[in-house]
Structures are given as structure tokens and as C-alpha cells.
């Protein structure tokens, strides 16, 4: 009877399905992005050396601003109170004039910066002289 009754506890233990991401970089290697597919579609990239144009920190934020920002497939862009990164280190390039897609959003590597735009045509622009949330 016991082990009846362990086998539905085992079924409910089993792990929650793994979401894709994807990590790549800007060729200049300023810029280094993730996007998230499964339950959870989203891209964020962070950028290293910035004039930066979100100065106001909000009162709430104790970690770094304004260098990282995020999109959801359903969301604006937004500047992200961020106490991590996304650099995972050699990640793959992507090359300028190139765009990569997961989910409803895809992202564009441009020798002016890195956009990462969803189907509501809403996102964000990074690049080191000005980044720009819509």
C-alpha cells in the first residue's frame, strides 16, 4: 500500500520543462544579450562601456541602472534594475546586419547597436552613445 502511495508524489516531483535560451554578443563585444523562449519569451541585453541616457535611478533600485534592458513578448521595453548580467562569456556573435528570433521577438545587430524588438513592435535600443526604450 505504501508504494501506491508514493508513485502520484513521484509524478508531482518531476522537473518543470527547461525554457530555451539563447546568449550571444555584439561583435564589438560591448553588448551581450539572452533571450528566453518557452513560458517566458523575453530578450535582455547589457552594455558595457555607455554615456548613459537613463541617469534618474528609481528610489526602489539598489543595484546597478541603466546599463541593462529587457522585452517581453508582451511588454514595452525597460530599463532593468539588475544586480547580474547576462555575460556568460564567449558567447557566439552575432554578426552586424544579422537578426536572430525566439518566440515573437527578434533582435538586430547593427553597427549602431543592438535592438530587440517584439511582435507588438514594442523593445529597446542599445548602443553606446544612446539607448532608447518604446
Known sequence: MRLLLLVPLLLLARPAIAQDVYYFRA???????????????????????????????????????????EVTSASSGYVLCAGDTVNMGGSPVLPYG??????????????TGMSCVNSLGHGFTVARAQQRVF
Not at 535582455?44 to 534592458?69: H, K, M, N, Q, V
Not at 536572430?100 to 538586430?108: D, K, P
Open 27 to 69: 561583435p564589438s563585444g560591448n553588448i551581450v544579450c539572452a533571450m528566453t523562449g518557452g513560458g517566458y519569451n523575453s530578450a535582455r541585453c547589457d552594455i558595457f562601456e555607455l554615456s548613459p541616457t537613463y541617469r534618474t535611478r528609481p528610489a526602489d533600485c539598489d543595484l546597478e541602472w541603466g546599463s541593462s534592458f
Open 98 to 111: 544579422q537578426t536572430v528570433t525566439l518566440g515573437a521577438i527578434t533582435c538586430y545587430s547593427e553597427t
